[in-house]
Each structure stands twice: as structure tokens, then as C-alpha cells.
């Protein structure tokens, strides 16, 4: 179903609750803020997740809050519901499975709904992979690039990450356990050998992290890996860059401009994403070419 339109939604008045994002620990229950208990006492509800690792985490701090589930499944119809509750002065928190709310999670939809209906939404920092595998990566943490997960299907995905050929900033995504394995195999294939750092089961007990280029990370990773995964990718550095040879041109335009589905502007959009070249470069370069391939067809040669 189609996300919830902010214009569907009655605004609130002043009286309205307030929303909390509470980010909650990834694994180790000690990882909590002062700030995030007390919300999680006050609250009137606290929307989550997984109702059960709330409830544990919840009975660690003696936090007797009713908890409701809020769920990726249930979120189109929970949502509303969670509405009238702000609008009529209730106070919520949202808590997603760990981590920070709204990072590949439902806690979005409803951020974005309470925010269309101009209820205050307040975030209340804390835990959160992209940051904790980032902060340990050792690499350039100033620009990066967040994936979330990558898709499931292998086509989709290498074509995901071949667009990232010629991207500089880091790369973080998140990945499943059972799609770990392939998904570093597509990566060195589109990317080459770069540089990874596989975070699993970050604060947990068995926390490990699995450094090196990809082809040794493949090696040594055992089978039947388990838990909560984050991968870090080196960015492309200045010596990979692809450049667009000047005899491989001609070739690669005159293919796009056979699709004659497509517009110039979509052609030079394409070979300009392809290549790693400006967008008005590419137009110039298409442009030029198909007036040589029309004078071409008009002179019979």
C-alpha cells in the first residue's frame, strides 16, 4: 500500500503529545542513556519493534510503560490509531528491534506521519550500527554513504553496487546472514579487491570484526555465519577511477542512441553515470554523436 499522505491527517493542536525516537542498545543492555530511561518511564506508550526485547529491556531498568507493537507489518493500520493518541495529548515512544529509529526500519513511517500531522517529534540519541561500525572502521568517516540493505535479488544487487564504482566516501550497508557470502562476492566482482570491515554482533558477546580486502575476508569468513551484520567499504581512491577510453566513445554512445525508447537527455544522463563524467560533458558528447550518425544514414554511407 502507498505511504500515508501527511494531507490525510488532521493537524494537531497545542495540546498534542510529543513523539520520542529513543535509540536503545544494539546488544549490551548497559549501552541505554540516562535520558532514554527517563523518557521511557514518562511516556504514556511506547510503540515498538519487538515487543519481547523491549519488554526485557525494559524490565532491566524497571520501566512499567505499556509497550504496543509497531511493526513493519502492522504499521499502515497501527499508525492511525497511534495518531489520535498524540493529537489527544498522549505521549509516545518509538523504539525499533535496536539501535536508532527510522535506520531500515518501520519507525519512519510513523516519524513521517506525526510530522505531517504537526505533532513535535523529539529525538533521544543514543546506539547505532552505521555510527559504531563506521567509528571503528578505520577508515575516512567525514562523508559516507548509507545503503540500508541491499536488495535481495543478485541482478539488482550488483547493479546497486556497480553504480558505486567511482563513489569516493565510504560505504556502510547493512546484510543477512544467510546473503553475507554472495553479496561480498558481488562486490569484489563490480568494486575489485577494497578494503571491508565486517561488523557482527557489535556490543554483543560474541562482537567480532573481520578486516581486510574482500578476497581475504571471503577466505576467512566461516560458514554459517550468525547475528546482526554491518559492512564498511572503502571508497574509490583517485587511482581507480574508470575513465571513459577516447576509442571505447563511439562504441558506448552509438549503443545508447540505438534504443530509440530513450531521449537524448536520458542517454547523456546515462553515459554520464556510466562513466563518471559530467552530465553536460555527456550531452555534448552524445549531441555530436548522433548528428555524425544522422549526416551518416543522409549520405548512404
Not at 490525510?8 to 493542536?13: K, L, W
Not at 581486510?212 to 559492512?231: C, D, N
Not at 558528447?285 to 550518425?293: A, D, Q, V
Request: glycine fraction near 6%.
Amino acid at each position: 500500500m502507498a505511504a500515508m499522505e501527511a494531507e490525510e491527517i488532521i493537524p494537531c493542536g497545542t495540546d498534542a503529545g510529543i513523539l520520542y525516537v529513543v535509540a536503545t542498545p544494539l546488544g549490551n543492555l548497559d549501552d541505554i542513556t540516562y535520558r532514554a530511561v527517563e523518557v521511557l518511564s514518562a511516556v504514556d506508550m511506547i510503540a515498538a519493534e519487538n515487543v519481547s526485547r523491549t519488554r526485557t529491556l525494559c524490565g532491566r531498568y524497571n520501566i512499567r510503560t505499556k509497550v504496543v507493537s509497531y511493526r513493519r507489518e502492522n504499521q499502515e493500520t497501527r499508525t492511525p490509531r497511534l495518531l489520535e493518541n498524540l493529537v489527544s495529548g498522549k505521549n509516545i515512544a518509538l523504539v525499533s528491534d535496536a539501535g536508532t529509529p527510522g535506520i531500515s526500519d518501520p519507525g519512519g513511517y510513523l516519524v513521517h506521519a506525526a510530522a505531517g500531522a504537526q505533532i513535535v517529534v523529539r529525538p533521544v540519541p543514543g546506539p547505532c550500527a552505521v555510527i559504531g561500525a563506521l567509528s571503528v572502521s578505520a577508515m575516512p568517516a567525514e562523508k559516507f554513504v548509507f545503503l540500508g540493505f541491499l536488495p535481495n535479488k543478485a541482478a539488482r544487487r550488483r547493479k546497486v553496487l556497480a553504480s558505486l564504482k567511482n563513489e569516493e566516501r565510504t560505504v556502510v550497508f547493512f546484510e543477512a546472514p544467510h546473503r553475507l557470502r554472495p553479496a561480498l562476492s558481488d562486490l569484489k566482482d563490480t568494486l575489485g579487491d577494497r578494503r571491508v570491515v565486517v561488523a557482527r554482533e557489535m556490543t554483543k558477546i560474541f562482537e567480532e570484526f573481520i578486516r581486510g580486502p574482500v578476497s581475504s575476508v571471503l577466505e576467512f569468513l566461516p560458514s554459517g555465519v550468525k547475528g546482526e551484520l554491518t559492512i564498511v567499504v572503502e571508497g574509490c581512491r583517485s587511482d581507480q577511477r574508470s575513465m571513459v577510453a577516447p576509442e571505447d566513445v563511439s562504441e558506448k554512445v552509438d549503443k545508447l542512441l540505438m534504443d530509440r525508447d530513450i531521449s537524448l537527455r536520458e542517454v547523456a544522463e546515462r553515459f554520464s553515470a556510466e562513466n563518471d563524467i559530467t552530465y553536460r560533458r555527456a550531452y555534448k558528447i552524445c549531441l555530436e554523436r548522433k548528428k555524425f550518425l544522422e549526416q551518416t544514414v543522409e549520405n548512404g554511407d
